[in-house]
C-alpha cells in the first residue's frame, strides 16, 4: 500500500479537482447614479456622446477603451436610458439657481431685442433697393417714413385698399356732389307760388 502525504493531497480552492466544476466569478453590476455628483466620468463621457448624436457602436467603443469592458451597444444603450431616468429632475443647487438663470435670459432676450430694432432700418434700406429704389441712410429712412406716415402721404398696400372703399361709399351717397342745390330750388318754388297767392288777393279785392 503506498504511503498517502500531504504533499500528494489536493488542495481545496486551487485548481480544480478532476470532475469539479470551476466556480464562476461574479460581475460587479456598475451602479446607476441617481445625481449629476455621482457621474463616474465614463458615464459623463457616453451622455455627451450621445447628446451628440453618436451611434451605438461609437459609443461603446469608447466605453470599452475607457473601462477595458467589453460592452455592447445595447447594453450601453440601456445604461444611457436608466442614467436619464435616474436623474430626471434638477439637482437641489440648480433649484436655487433656476431663478437667477431666468432672470439673465431675460436681459440677453431684451438686448436682442434691441439689436434687431437697431438693425431693423438698414433691413428696411434693403428692401428698397430689392425693389429697384435707392441707396439712403437708416436715419434719413426712419425720419422720412414718420413724416410721410404723420401727413398721411405714406402709401400703405392695406391702407391704400381701405382708402379707395372708403372713397367709393363716398360717391355713391346721393346729393354730395352739390349739397344744398335741390334745397334752394325748392325754396325758390316755394317764394313764386306764395307771390302768386297774393298778387290774385289783391287783384279780387280791388275788383
Do not use: C
Not at 5 to 34: D, F, M, N, Q, W
Not at 95 to 117: S, T, Y
Not at 143 to 148: A, D, F, G, P, T
Amino acid at each position: 500500500m503506498d504511503d498517502f502525504t500531504p504533499e500528494s493531497t489536493p488542495k481545496r480552492g486551487g485548481s480544480a479537482l478532476v470532475g469539479e466544476t470551476p466556480s464562476k466569478k461574479v460581475k460587479k453590476t456598475r451602479p446607476i447614479p441617481t445625481s449629476h455628483a455621482a457621474l463616474t466620468p465614463e458615464d459623463r463621457m457616453i451622455l455627451s456622446m450621445k447628446s451628440q448624436n453618436a451611434s451605438g457602436k461609437e459609443i461603446a467603443a469608447a466605453w470599452n477603451t475607457m473601462t477595458g469592458e467589453t460592452k455592447s451597444g445595447d447594453t450601453i444603450a440601456k445604461r444611457i436610458r436608466r442614467i436619464h431616468a435616474s436623474l430626471a429632475g434638477l439637482e437641489p443647487e440648480d433649484e436655487g439657481r433656476l431663478g437667477e438663470a431666468h432672470r439673465k435670459a431675460e436681459g440677453r432676450i431684451e438686448r436682442e431685442v434691441e439689436e434687431v430694432r437697431r438693425r431693423f432700418w438698414g433691413v428696411v434700406g434693403e428692401e428698397l433697393v430689392r425693389m429697384g429704389g435707392g441707396v439712403y441712410s437708416k436715419e434719413l429712412l426712419e425720419k422720412q417714413y414718420k413724416r410721410l406716415l404723420a401727413s398721411a402721404s405714406l402709401k400703405i398696400p392695406d391702407q391704400a385698399i381701405e382708402g379707395e372703399d372708403a372713397d367709393a361709399e363716398e360717391d355713391a351717397i346721393p346729393g354730395d356732389d352739390e349739397p344744398g342745390e335741390a334745397e334752394g330750388e325748392d325754396a325758390a318754388a316755394g317764394t313764386d307760388d306764395g307771390e302768386a297767392v297774393i298778387k290774385g288777393e289783391y287783384e279780387d279785392m280791388e275788383a
